[in-house]
Structures are given as C-alpha cells and as structure tokens.
C-alpha cells in the first residue's frame, strides 16, 4: 500500500492537512472587439484547496492521492489529482499528522465532523 507521496520537494502521507495550488485558466469573452470578432482574453489564477489526504494510490506515474475538505456549510468535498498532474502548481504542507494507523482513511467520510 502506498501511504506516502512526493510532489517537487514536498513530501506527504495518509493524514496529513495539505493545501494544493491548482492553476485555473479563465477566459473572457468580449475583452476588445475587432474587425474579424471577439478576441477572448485568457488570464490563469492559482487556486487553493486544502484538506486532509485520505489516501495514496498506485505507485510511479500512476500514483494518484484524494484529498477531502469540510466547508463552513458542513458539505464535504472531495478532490482526486494524479501526482504528475500538469494544472497542480504547488503542494504545501499544513499540519503533520501524529500518528496514523490505516493506509486509507475512508472511515471519515462516515465522521460528521471529518
């Protein structure tokens, strides 16, 4: 089982509260006109999503990790990236977890507060 996972430098497992910079291309429409049309307008944003890693799968260029986040709402969110992932800019790494004793961590979906 792969509970641990490297992305550039950063390094991570099962349990740990990271927060993924994804890169998010915007396209606006409608910026200048010309003769020939709408030009469209192409601006890219990082956007952050943080959570808890709740698993690690595979292993080499097929290893994926999911990542699970509360909202202030109580709606969960889940996220599934494969490590290699062109659109993920950066991985920074929130709160180690202390000690954790499953490979997957699917038991919090069941959690109210998880």
Known sequence: MANQAKFQET?????????????????????????????EK????LHPFEGVVIAIKNAG???SFTVRKMSPSR???ERI????????????VK???KKVRRAKLYYLRKRLNG
């Open 61 to 63: 260029v097929n290893k």
């Open 81 to 92: 990236w494969p490590i290699l992932c062109p659109s993920i800019e950066k991985i920074i």
């Open 75 to 77: 709606v969960a969110v």
């Open 11 to 39: 390094s991570f497992r099962v349990g740990d509260t990271i927060r993924v910079y994804e890169k998010i291309k915007e396209v606006e429409k409608g910026a200048t006109r010309t003769k020939r049309g709408v030009e």
């Open 95 to 97: 709160e180690k977890a």
């Open 42 to 45: 192409v601006k890219t944003r």
